[in-house]
């Protein structure tokens, strides 16, 4: 079945360096987009999401772009910051819903 | 608003018990999603509700599993009988409406021996 994979399960970043999160999802019929960040013992905390009549939307030192010719989607954290070091997960709404297996983001003070 | 509520948090039972999680969803969101975490399968989808109505229940295991919404403020996913490899944290979700952000509890860590 079509579904939404992670690139990199684990990533790991220097304290103030820009962190990049990588997602392929296969269902063209998807048109919204979400990231969640979920931190140990928690649910998922929404981050920042994007429709499919865009390429790029920025929030507070997120910005997710998103490629509908290759069906990629990243998210970039500017100056990543020990709070930042969590799960990351994409979520691909449409028809159906699905959530990649999340990368796990570790900050190195 | 409290957010998503669910009870218990922690549950630990043993193989053919029945288990009951239970779902607060946020005030005014008129859609709330089921949802289960393991270490293998990541965040699945069991179960979502539109207005109260199941809409998509394709994510239910087996027929082990069942979940209700009786009403607006209330829902529930029930195992009976429960197995070890149910074992898993459950996560309720809510939104405006299908298609908007969903916002989660903090999720029933469910233990069966």
Request: proline letters at 5%; a negative charge; glycine letters at 8%.
């Amino acid at each position: 079945g079509e579904s939404v994979g992670l690139h990199l399960p684990t990533l790991s970043v220097q304290e103030g360096d820009n962190s990049i999160i990588n997602c392929a999802y296969s269902n063209s019929a998807s048109d919204y987009f979400i990231w969640y960040k979920q931190e140990s013992g928690k649910g998922p905390q929404f981050i920042i999401d994007i429709r499919s009549n865009m390429d790029k939307r920025q929030g507070q030192r997120v910005t997710v772009l998103l490629n509908k010719t290759v069906k990629h989607l990243s998210l970039q954290i500017a100056a990543t910051q020990p709070g930042d070091s969590a799960v990351y997960f994409c979520a691909e709404i449409g028809n159906q819903f699905y959530f990649g297996t999340g990368t796990s983001l570790t900050v190195i003070p | 608003d409290a957010g998503v509520i669910q009870s218990p948090r922690h549950e630990v039972t043993e193989m053919g018990q029945e288990v009951t999680l239970r779902c607060k969803p946020i005030s005014g969101h008129n859609s709330l999603f089921w949802y289960r975490q393991t270490m293998m399968r990541g965040l699945e989808l069991l179960i979502y509700f539109n207005n109260n109505v199941p809409i998509d229940d394709s994510g239910m295991p087996e027929d082990r599993f069942s979940a209700k919404m009786p009403n607006a403020s209330f829902s529930t996913l029930k195992i009976q009988p429960s197995e070890p490899r149910d074992s898993a944290v459950y996560f309720c979700a809510s939104s405006l409406s299908a298609n908007n952000e969903q916002f989660f509890g903090p999720g029933t860590r469910l233990t069966v021996l």
